[in-house]
């Protein structure tokens, strides 16, 4: 036989009132609504009950210790617990004083039952809301990415962002170098949120060939194509969840405008078909490029750019973090040295150094790559030295990062020029310009 979900703790209600028959007829009204209740006649019996509530409805005129009063001891011992004062006709001064000191809400009398069972019934929301967004904030404490490790200042104000923002429903877009952890950050935002159990769908919009983009978001029904059947699409695979289109850039022209009307209505269509299937998700939008600049030459739709550029994520680059690179590489050499069952190799001052004065134009991705091959004794970080360093000029240096940044994008595009611009915020005439300056083969 299946045991029943043990049913929740209703809330517990303090009233103070030092008027016995309108405290008697409150606390009856809430009880009647399901919540626990005890009642005090005065300030001081309420203030010293050893009983933790959710909330305190409190009258504001009483004798000895009035509402402000109990407000007042209540927020010093309990910053967080929510009070509403009940306040007389022409106290409404008073009552602009009391939400200063915190009150929750204030309601005027006389006023209507339905009326109070309103205000009750938010300002229950209210402290439910703040407790979930503390313990999303303690989980993600507890829960720490990679892109999340380090001390630095640029660090810390990452961790501070993602806290404050996973909790929100509220579509984000996180911006960053490449390699610098933008799915991880994603990720981290997902985990602590109210839909970290739904799914986590991440597509990467340059590796997703045009022909088939419609199809894989949007799904189809049968009979939409030769050969097709029912299929969901990632929108609907997402649903309860959040969605992650990296380098969403890449996206597009024609479907920019179709996810432009998904997320303005929270519904899509599928290919073959003509109503409207809802969606409750949250997108994460990864990018690496300016969007704001692609608009200016038509290759992002401002529509959509102004839809999810409300909230945004700006990672810092690994050489922005200073001391945290020789703590991440400990990191990544400790994991797989593991990994491996091999001891974790001694990381002395002088690599210390060498790490710092490396521009690592791959972030991350490329600090893990130099650590793992380290941790596995393959060779000795190629890392250069100060004199190395200076050997050659800041022209050289940006113009070997810039090469190998455009191979990596056409690689993901498949050669695709047109869609590797894109991805890399430039037109595509100058993409062609570098490609032959640089020599790079499209094979």
Same mark, same amino acid.
């Given at each position: 036989?299946?045991?029943?979900? %043990?049913?929740?703790? !209703? !809330?517990?209600?303090?009233?103070? +009132?030092?008027?016995? +028959?309108?405290?008697?007829?409150?606390?009856?009204?809430?009880?009647?609504?399901?919540?626990?209740?005890?009642?005090?006649?005065?300030?001081?019996?309420?203030?010293?009950?050893?009983?933790?509530?959710?909330?305190?409805?409190?009258?504001?005129?009483? !004798?000895?210790?009035?509402?402000?009063?109990?407000?007042?001891?209540?927020?010093?011992?309990?910053?967080?617990?929510?009070?509403?004062?009940?306040?007389?006709?022409? +106290?409404?001064?008073?009552?602009?004083?009391?939400?200063?000191?915190?009150?929750?809400?204030?309601?005027?009398? !006389?006023?209507?039952?339905?009326?109070?069972?309103?205000?009750?019934?938010?300002?229950?929301?209210?402290?439910?809301?703040?407790? %979930?967004?503390?313990?999303?904030?303690?989980?993600?404490?507890?829960?720490?990415?990679?892109?999340?490790?380090? *001390?630095?200042?640029?660090?810390? %104000?990452?961790?501070?962002?993602?806290?404050?923002?996973?909790?929100?429903?509220?579509?984000?877009?996180?911006?960053?170098?490449?390699?610098?952890?933008?799915?991880?950050?994603?990720?981290?935002?997902?985990?602590?949120?109210?839909?970290?159990?739904?799914?986590?769908?991440?597509?990467?919009?340059? #590796?997703?060939?045009?022909?088939?983009?419609?199809?894989?978001?949007?799904?189809?029904?049968?009979?939409?194509?030769?050969? /097709?059947?029912?299929? =969901?699409?990632?929108?609907?695979?997402?649903?309860?969840?959040?969605?992650?289109?990296?380098?969403?850039?890449?996206?597009?022209?024609?479907?920019?405008?179709?996810?432009?009307?998904?997320?303005?209505?929270?519904?899509?269509?599928?290919?073959?078909?003509?109503?409207?299937?809802?969606?409750?998700?949250?997108?994460?939008?990864?990018?690496?490029?300016?969007?704001?600049?692609?608009?200016?030459?038509?290759?992002?739709?401002?529509?959509?750019?102004?839809?999810?550029?409300?909230?945004?994520?700006?990672?810092?680059?690994?050489?922005?973090?200073?001391?945290?690179?020789?703590?991440?590489?400990?990191?990544?050499?400790?994991? #797989?040295?593991?990994?491996?069952?091999?001891?974790? =190799? /001694?990381? +002395?001052? /002088?690599?210390? *150094?060498?790490?710092?004065?490396?521009?690592? =134009?791959?972030?991350?991705? %490329?600090?893990?790559?130099?650590?793992?091959?380290?941790?596995?004794?393959?060779?000795?970080?190629?890392? =250069?030295?100060?004199?190395?360093?200076?050997?050659?000029?800041?022209?050289?240096?940006?113009?070997?990062?810039?090469?190998?940044?455009?191979?990596?994008?056409?690689?993901?595009?498949?050669?695709?020029?047109?869609?590797? /611009?894109?991805?890399?915020?430039?037109?595509?005439?100058?993409?062609?310009?570098?490609?032959?300056?640089?020599?790079?083969?499209?094979?």
């Amino acid at each position: 036989m299946n045991e029943m979900p %043990e049913a929740a703790t !209703p !809330p517990l209600i303090h009233v103070v +009132d030092d008027d016995g +028959d309108h405290l008697a007829a409150l606390c009856d009204l809430l009880q009647a609504r399901g919540h626990r209740v005890t009642g005090f006649t005065t300030a001081e019996m309420a203030y010293d009950s050893p009983a933790m509530p959710d909330l305190v409805v409190s009258d504001l005129r009483m !004798p000895g210790w009035d509402g402000l009063d109990l407000l007042e001891h209540l927020r010093g011992r309990h910053p967080d617990l929510a009070v509403v004062l009940l306040t007389g006709h022409g +106290d409404v001064p008073q009552a602009v004083r009391a939400m200063r000191l915190g009150a929750e809400d204030f309601l005027e009398k !006389p006023y209507d039952g339905a009326h109070l069972i309103a205000v009750i019934d938010r300002a229950l929301r209210n402290v439910a809301m703040r407790a %979930e967004v503390a313990r999303l904030r303690r989980e993600l404490s507890l829960r720490p990415q990679t892109c999340l490790l380090g *001390q630095s200042a640029a660090i810390q %104000e990452l961790r501070a962002r993602i806290a404050a923002l996973a909790p929100l429903n509220v579509d984000i877009v996180v911006t960053g170098e490449t390699g610098t952890g933008k799915e991880l950050v994603a990720r981290a935002l997902h985990d602590a949120s109210s839909r970290r159990d739904g799914p986590f769908v991440a597509i990467n919009c340059a #590796a997703l060939p045009e022909a088939l983009f419609e199809i894989e978001m949007f799904g189809h029904v049968a009979g939409a194509f030769p050969g /097709a059947g029912d299929k =969901p699409g990632k929108l609907e695979a997402a649903t309860g969840g959040t969605l992650v289109l990296d380098e969403i850039e890449a996206m597009p022209h024609a479907v920019q405008a179709k996810l432009l009307r998904v997320l303005e209505e929270r519904g899509v269509v599928r290919l073959g078909e003509h109503h409207m299937r809802p969606l409750d998700l949250r997108l994460v939008a990864l990018t690496r490029a300016d969007l704001r600049e692609l608009t200016l030459d038509g290759s992002f739709r401002p529509e959509l750019y102004f839809r999810i550029a409300g909230i945004s994520i700006q990672l810092p680059a690994l050489r922005e973090t200073g001391n945290d690179i020789s703590l991440i590489f400990t990191h990544f050499v400790t994991e #797989a040295a593991r990994r491996a069952n091999l001891p974790v =190799p /001694a990381i +002395d001052y /002088a690599l210390r *150094q060498r790490l710092l004065r490396r521009p690592w =134009p791959g972030n991350m991705r %490329e600090l893990r790559a130099v650590a793992e091959r380290f941790a596995l004794q393959i060779e000795q970080p190629d890392l =250069p030295a100060a004199s190395q360093v200076d050997q050659d000029s800041l022209a050289d240096r940006v113009a070997a990062f810039e090469a190998r940044e455009i191979r990596t994008t056409l690689e993901r595009c498949r050669g695709n020029t047109e869609r590797a /611009a894109q991805v890399l915020g430039m037109a595509r005439r100058t993409l062609n310009d570098k490609i032959h300056r640089y020599g790079i083969r499209l094979d």
